[in-house]
């Protein structure tokens, strides 16, 4: 038999070879639908919010900023697999922090950024430091305690909140018109969901993705679980006050009241609901959250349809996230586990030149249920 | 020697206890045990349905103080039609409906799936709650009528016990033996042991293991609504939510505390937590906290279990 083998002319590799199918190009009309598609979305994203009232403005760039959030909680929960109960405490002190930073030490805008996002990381590394060592459910409550203790506690400091009426924070100068606040947002956007595809580019990035995938499997291929872990929460909390510090100067003044338990669970279902570890996903699923009081008041058939309701009241633009979100949050969990993320990969993979397969819903097992115990 | 080793969750506790009562009597602090004890067996209440779930399914029950909340609602809303009686007896059945409906809906179709898909899951059904209370009650605070209207009947250490207060302690310490009679001497407190354990094994003895969990939950939204009836109107109002964002924390600490897995460590648990609460509430040195500086000290409680004794005083390491 090994005769027959060595006797056998090697065939020329290239010359008899089947003919490897040629990857998929999209004809002329494939590109132009893809381009028209591309400069809608462009569109909507660039020049629909121009020329809009300010308070409408205010509104698209508050969706931008809570895009930031959900990346931020995405790192973490996406990546590493943990979840924060407590991220209003995050963003709310780096609203802080950058509001004080500005109004009482009289510090530039990008400073007072920049600040907001190390003192997020630092609290990270100090909380983190100390409870990451408990994972999961554990970790879970102690971050849900850490938002009541900046609740009831840290936002209660009046040097810090300037008391019961809030601390101002005004636009930074270059900025004060809402439309080019709200081109500020997208750019930091832009930066942040670079940063995130960089990093999970690295070693270190391949390495998050595979401990939450198994830590006793990671950490025998020389993972450095607990490390990673933790530098993933520092991550998380650098961005989440970099969301603080933009929402802070978007509204141009920070109130105590504002950073509850309710916020905390709507950035969490925000995060999910726009499917994890798919970037666009979150960010539109983020701002989705961010713009339900607006929708509602533009569709008033929705309000309508809800007040045939004996006895309801008109659902405010303050409620409805929290009645709406949870039940699209128990719809994801049990019907589509990959959120948004998941149900537009079709279009994204589209878009990015490729065939249009629906059945490509991109990794079967992308699900919050990564989140392990 | 072994009888030290064996029982060193509960020698420690004793000691805790027994440090905590002296320095309060040595410090003047007598009437914040008193109250700490009081709102403490509130804490333990709500922990005592946290330890039942924790131990059946292995999840964070999230949803576990508006279990309470919905049960005050309807306590409410029912009072001005009947009873106090039978609204108490309608309330506690909504907390029952209440949990079932969320273990059908809501933990069943999650029942493969890993255990903090379901905490966010019992979360979400916590904020699905809160957010149809503002929105049909609108945030404001609503009286709520004692099961007893006597205030002063007795009076511990300078601090005057309501009747409300005596029943809640009641209830609990009723409750907690209850219920640990329950699963170590019935079959069905050792089929929902099994369960948690073993389910396949447990199903294989003829068992439903789901029939199990619908059990489970509705006992525990039992405990919740009691939780609420009875400690609510003692803090003279309630408003949406009030349970989860009163309660359910220092509850979860009280659990983690005393041992997520030991129905008498819940008791306890919410019996310190209380106890601590009201010491940081009162005493001078804790002044200079800003807002409520009790807040601080439970977080502060809960990170020094975890990290120094996870598996809490008298629970059993995993």
């Given at each position: 038999?090994?005769v027959?083998v060595e006797e056998?002319?090697a065939?020329p590799p ?9 990857p998929?190009?999209p004809?002329i009309?494939?590109?132009i ?6 400069a809608g979305v462009?569109w909507?994203v660039l020049v629909?919010p121009?020329g809009?009232?300010a308070?409408e ?8 900023i809570?895009g930031i959030?959900?990346l931020?909680l ?7 697999g ?5 991220h209003?405490a995050f963003?709310g002190?780096g ?9 009482e ?8 950024v920049a600040?907001?996002a190390?003192?997020?990381g630092l609290?990270?590394l100090i909380?983190?430091g ?8 554990y970790f879970?409550?102690?971050t849900?305690?850490?938002?009541l ?12 909140t ?11 100068n270059g ?5 080019r606040?709200?081109?500020?947002c997208?750019?930091?956007?832009a930066?942040?969901?670079w940063?995130?595809w960089?990093m999970?580019?690295?070693?270190s990035?391949?390495?998050m993705l ?5 830590p006793r499997?990671a950490?025998t ?7 990673l872990?933790l530098?993933?929460?520092?991550v998380?909390?650098?961005f989440a006050?970099?969301g603080?510090a933009?929402?802070a100067f978007?509204d141009?003044f920070?109130?105590?009241e504002t950073?509850?338990?309710n916020l905390a669970?709507i950035?969490?279902i925000?995060?999910v609901?726009?499917g994890?570890r798919s ?6 699923g ?6 339900i009081g607006?929708l509602l008041?533009?569709f008033t058939?929705?309000?309508?349809g ?6 309801a009241?008109?659902?405010?633009p ?6 709406i ?5 128990l719809?994801t969990?049990?019907f589509f ?5 998941q149900q537009i990969?079709?279009?994204?993979r589209w878009l990015g030149?490729?065939?249009f ?5 991109g990794?079967k097992?992308v699900?919050i ?5 | 020697m072994t009888?030290v080793k064996?029982?060193?969750?509960a020698l420690v506790?004793?000691?805790i206890?027994v ?5 309060l009597l040595a410090?003047g602090e007598?009437?914040?045990l ?9 804490y333990?209440l709500l922990?005592?349905g946290?330890?039942l779930?924790?131990k ?10 508006e279990?309470?909340?919905v049960?005050?609602?309807?306590l409410?809303?029912l009072h001005?039609?009947?009873s106090y009686?039978f609204?108490l007896?309608?309330a506690?059945?909504a907390?029952?409906v209440?949990g079932?409906l969320v273990e059908?809906i ?8 890993p255990r ?5 899951a ?7 709650s809160?957010g149809?209370e503002?929105w049909f009650?609108?945030?404001t605070?609503?009286?709520v ?11 511990v ?9 005596l029943?809640?302690l009641g209830a609990?310490v009723?409750?907690?033996i ?9 079959n069905l407190?050792l089929?929902i042991?099994g369960?948690?354990?073993?389910p396949?094994?447990t ?5 439903s ?5 619908t059990i489970v939950?509705?006992?525990?939204a039992l405990?919740g609504g009691?939780?609420?009836?009875l400690?609510?109107?003692e803090g003279?109002?309630?408003t ?8 359910l924390?220092?509850a979860?600490?009280?659990?983690v505390l005393?041992?997520m897995?030991s129905l008498?460590g819940?008791?306890l ?5 209380g106890?601590?609460?009201a ?5 001078p ?5 800003p807002?409520?500086?009790g807040?601080l000290?439970?977080?502060a409680v809960l990170l020094?279990?975890?990290i120094?004794?996870?598996q ?7």
């Open positions: 038999m090994a027959d056998r002319p065939a290239s010359a008899e070879a089947p003919a490897r199918p040629q998929f190009r004809s009309l494939g590109w639908l893809r381009l028209v598609v591309w462009a909507v629909f121009l809009r009232e308070f403005v205010q509104q698209y760039a508050q969706a931008v809570y959030i959900g931020s995405n790192v973490l929960l996406g990546y590493v943990q979840i924060s109960l407590g209003q963003v002190i609203a802080f922090t950058a509001a004080y930073a500005v109004s030490q009289g510090q530039s805008v990008w400073v007072a600040v907001a190390a003192v997020g609290q990270a909380l983190g100390a409870s990451l060592r408990i994972t999961g459910l879970a409550l102690v849900l305690a850490y938002g203790v900046a609740e009831r506690n840290i936002f209660q400091i009046e040097e810090l300037g008391g019961g009426q809030g601390q101002p924070a005004p636009k930074p900025f004060e018109s809402d439309w606040y709200y081109y500020l997208l750019a930091f956007l930066v942040i969901m940063i995130d960089r999970m580019r690295t070693k990035g391949r390495a595979a401990l939450r995938e198994n499997v950490s291929f020389g993972v450095n679980v607990k490390l872990q530098f993933a929460f520092v998380s909390g650098a006050g970099v603080g933009l929402l978007n141009t920070v109130s105590p950073w509850d338990f669970l950035f969490v925000m995060t609901v726009g994890l970037r666009v996903g979150v960010v539109i983020s701002a989705f959250f961010a713009l607006y008041d533009k058939f929705i309000q309508d809800l007040n045939a309701i004996p006895g009241p008109d659902l405010t303050e409620i409805a996230p929290l009645v979100g949870p039940i699209l949050l719809l969990l049990v586990p990959g959120g948004i993320g990969r079709p279009i994204q030149g490729k065939r397969d629906l059945k490509d819903r990794l097992e699900q249920s990564d989140v392990r115990a | 009888w064996e029982r060193q969750g506790t004793a000691g206890l440090a905590v009562v002296v320095i410090t007598k009437e914040s008193v109250i700490g004890v009081i709102t403490g067996s509130a333990g922990a005592l946290l330890v779930i924790y059946s399914s292995g999840v964070f029950n999230f949803a576990q103080g279990f309470g909340t049960a005050v609602y309807t409410y809303l001005f039609e009947v009686g609204a007896l309608g506690l059945a907390a029952v209440f079932v059908r809501v933990v069943r179709p999650l029942f493969d799936a903090v898909t379901v905490l966010v019992t979360a979400g059904v916590a904020l699905l809160i149809v503002i009650g609108e945030a605070v609503r009286p009528d004692r099961s007893f209207p006597t205030l002063d009947r007795f009076t250490l300078g601090v005057n016990i309501s009747d409300q207060r029943l809640l609990l009723g409750l907690a209850l219920l640990a009679l329950f699963f170590n001497r019935t407190g089929a042991l369960a948690s354990q073993e396949t094994a199903e294989l003895m003829g068992i293991v789901k029939r199990l969990s939950w509705a006992l525990a405990l009691l939780a609420g009836v400690a609510v109107p003279g109002g309630f949406p939510g009030v349970l989860t964002t009163g309660f924390i220092p979860f600490t009280a659990a005393g041992g897995n008498p819940a008791f648990g919410g019996v310190i937590v106890v601590v609460e010491v940081a509430t009162s005493a040195i804790f002044e200079d906290i807002g409520t500086p807040t000290l439970v977080f020094v279990v975890l120094i004794r996870p809490g005083l008298l629970g059993k390491a995993a």
